[in-house]
């Protein structure tokens, strides 16, 4: 694909996360983009359809994070996405092919991804949430939306996401702390295992700094 129709989607998304929270910028886009093609290089993926449905995958979230999650970004971003690649004349049938990759990528109301370059998007998209990058993403999230800077007795049965308690040690604990057993690719698990280490031993040193134990 030329890189001027890369240059040119580009300029299309940007504005769609201008004001965005720092965990879903276009930094995290580069971020995802760089590892999708990493793995992509290993898997034999299809590069083209992989770095499209990357730089695509987050238009909606700014959008989700306004409306405090009751609208899903994966699917108002497949409507969003479907305009712009027209837009750009992008073929029909890899318009499709693009648009399993977005819709897939939060694997949610059961959208399995199938395609390679789904299940590549999905692994890089989590990969970038966990480890030291997922550390400073959730600690930027919490001040993001006003949240308390740590609370290691919490009870996450009793806590709501976009909440004073919705601290970066409750992200661990309800979603990040799965995510190494949620990988389709061999190498997005062995990436996740050096990464959920990592993260793990982190918020156990962080409790025991807050006990003044260590």
Known sequence: MKEEFFNKLREKIFPYFEGTNPC????????????????????????????????????????????????????????????????????????????????????????????????????????????????????????YIGSVVHNPSVDIEKTKAYSKDDSAYREFLVKLVRVKDKMFTDEGKRIAKGRHKFMAEFFDRLNKEVKGEL
């Open 24 to 143: 879903h910028d276009m930094d995290h886009i580069d971020r995802v983009l760089s590892l999708a093609l990493t793995i992509g290089e290993k898997e034999n993926a299809d590069l083209e359809i992989l770095k499209v449905a990357v730089l695509l995958h987050d238009i909606a979230r700014k959008e989700q994070d306004e409306f405090k999650g009751e609208i899903c970004h994966a699917e108002r971003g497949c409507e969003l996405a479907r305009e712009i690649l027209k837009e750009l004349g992008y073929s029909g049938g890899k318009i499709e092919k693009v648009i399993h990759c977005i819709k897939t990528h939060r694997f949610k109301n059961g959208d399995v991804p199938k395609s390679i370059e789904a299940k590549i998007l999905y692994d890089a998209d989590k990969l970038d949430s966990i480890g030291g990058i997922g550390i400073l993403r959730v600690a930027s999230f919490s001040g």
